[in-house]
C-alpha cells in the first residue's frame, strides 16, 4: 500500500511532541516542549487551538471531560481546556532547574506516568506514576531522557526508554497494583544508528519507534524483531499516536530546535505535525486518566 504523509499543522514548534489522539472528540493534541504551548487540531471543524503553559511542558495525557493531564517543570497538573485552570496532582518538593518532566502516558488503568530527565541529559531523571486518588510512586531513577513509553494492548507490559542507552526495555506490568518486574531490552537500537524517542502500540501489539537521529520509524513486533523501516517525512521525527475516526491514522510530531543543541532540523519543515496514512494497521483509543480500560 502506498504511503502518504501530509502536514496537519499551521505554524511549526520548536520541540513537537506527545500527539495524543482524543477519539471521543475526534481531536488530536500535542504540546510544544521549548514553546511551553499544548496544542488542539479538531479535526471535524479543522480549527486549531493553542494554550500557552507557565514552563516547559514535556507531554499529555486525556483525563474526564474537557481535561488534560500534563507534566510541567516542576510537576504534574490537570489542565481545563474551557477554564485555562491548572490543577496540580504532584509538585516536586524543591525544584530542579536542571530537571524536567518529558515523556508521559496514561496506562490502561487510568494512571498517568511520566519520566523526567536532566536538561542536559544528565541522570537527574525518575519515572513517576500518578495515581487519581493522589497517590505518587518513583518507578524509575538515575534517568538521563525519558522516552518511549507506551503500553501493550492488554496492559500488561510496559515499554520504555533512557534515550542515551539507545534501546527500548520491556517490564512485566501487573494490571491491578502496577508492580513492574525486572526489565528486558527489548528492542536495541544502536545498529539503527539512532536513540529513540518517542512509541506507540498498535492494535497487534506491535511498537512504532521513532529513530530520531536518523529519521526513519521502525514498528518491531513483540518479540522486539524489526518488521518494517520508513522513512519519516521529516528529518527528525519525535513521536508518534495513532489517530482517526478508524485509529488508521499515524500522528507524528517532530523537532525544530530542541533548546539544547541536541537536536537541529535542516528541514524547511522541522517542527510541523504530520499525518502519515496507507500503513495498513490500527491503534487503540488511548485510556483517559482516572478511568479504567476494558482489556
Not at 517532530?254 to 510541523?272: F, L, Q
Request: with cysteine.
Amino acid at each position: 500500500m502506498l504511503l502518504s504523509a501530509r502536514r496537519i499543522s499551521v505554524t511549526p514548534s520548536l520541540l513537537g511532541e506527545s500527539p495524543v489522539w482524543d477519539a471521543e472528540n475526534e481531536v488530536i493534541y500535542w504540546v510544544d516542549g521549548v514553546g511551553r504551548k499544548i496544542h488542539r487540531h479538531d479535526t471535524r471543524r479543522n480549527s486549531f487551538d493553542e494554550w500557552q503553559m507557565p514552563s516547559m511542558v514535556g507531554s499529555v495525557g486525556l483525563a474526564q471531560g474537557s481535561r488534560l493531564i500534563t507534566g510541567l517543570q516542576d510537576g504534574i497538573y490537570e489542565f481545563d481546556t474551557e477554564s485555562g485552570d491548572l490543577t496540580p496532582h504532584f509538585q516536586f518538593a524543591a525544584p530542579d532547574e536542571r530537571v524536567r518532566f518529558n515523556d508521559g502516558k496514561v496506562d490502561r488503568q487510568g494512571r498517568f506516568l511520566c519520566g523526567t530527565m536532566g536538561i542536559h541529559a544528565e541522570p537527574r531523571g525518575e519515572l513517576y506514576r500518578v495515581s487519581p486518588g493522589g497517590k505518587t510512586e518513583v518507578l524509575a531513577n538515575g534517568i538521563r531522557i525519558s522516552n518511549a513509553l507506551s503500553f501493550s494492548p492488554d496492559g500488561r507490559v510496559m515499554y520504555f526508554a533512557d534515550s542515551m542507552d539507545r534501546s527500548v526495555r520491556a517490564y512485566r506490568y501487573d494490571s491491578a497494583d502496577g508492580a513492574l518486574q525486572e526489565p528486558r531490552i527489548h528492542v536495541d537500537t544502536k545498529p539503527y544508528g539512532s536513540g529513540p524517542d518517542g512509541a506507540t502500540v498498535d492494535s497487534e501489539g506491535y511498537i512504532w519507534i521513532t529513530l530520531v537521529q536518523i529519521g526513519k520509524i521502525g514498528r518491531f513486533d513483540p518479540e522486539g524483531q524489526l518488521d518494517r523501516l520508513i522513512d519519516a517525512p521529516i528529518d527528525m521525527p519525535s513521536c508518534l499516536s495513532f489517530g482517526g475516526p478508524d485509529l488508521n491514522i499515524l500522528y507524528m510530531t517532530s523537532i525544530k530546535d530542541s533548546g539544547t543543541g541536541r537536536a537541529v532540523s535542516r528541514h524547511p519543515a522541522g517542527g510541523h505535525m504530520f499525518a502519515i496514512e496507507g500503513l495498513g494497521v490500527t491503534g487503540i483509543a488511548e485510556p483517559r486518566f482516572g478511568q479504567s480500560q476494558e482489556v
